[in-house]
């Protein structure tokens, strides 16, 4: 069981952000595109936070052009470029599912201060 744990550290990143469900984040991906390399940010709401250690992923959600994106980030994954929190959100449960139902200023989070 130490191997795998021996493992798994070294491939986790060593300072990660707070974030939790509710916050508003923008996350930077490394993106390849043939022979070229881009970074690529995908701004939105923490909706989920499934998993721990080097399987953990964020679901992260945002509405473009009046139509839900989600998308799912392993957060230790190595085409992850950076995650910053850009507003923290108050709520008040672990899942944030119900966002999916609801359009306008109903799908706000309010901002914890």
Same mark, same amino acid.
Do not use: Q
């Given at each position: 069981m130490d191997l795998i744990k =021996?493992? =798994?550290q070294q491939y986790m990143k060593p300072e990660l952000p707070a974030m939790n469900? &509710?916050?508003t984040v923008r996350v930077t991906v490394?993106? +390849?595109e043939g022979a070229r390399t881009r970074t690529q940010a995908f701004d939105g709401t923490i909706i989920a936070k499934k998993h721990g250690g080097i399987n953990e992923t964020i679901t992260v959600r945002r509405i473009s052009?009046?139509? &839900?994106?989600e998308k799912v980030f392993p957060v230790h994954s190595p085409t992850? +470029?950076?995650v910053e929190t850009l507003r923290r959100g #108050?709520?008040?449960r672990a899942k944030l599912y119900y966002l999916r139902d609801r359009v306008g200023k #109903?799908?706000?989070v309010k901002e914890r201060l």
């Open positions: =021996t493992l =798994t469900v &509710g916050d490394r993106v +390849v052009y009046n139509v &839900g994106c992850i +470029v950076s #108050k709520v008040r #109903k799908a706000k």
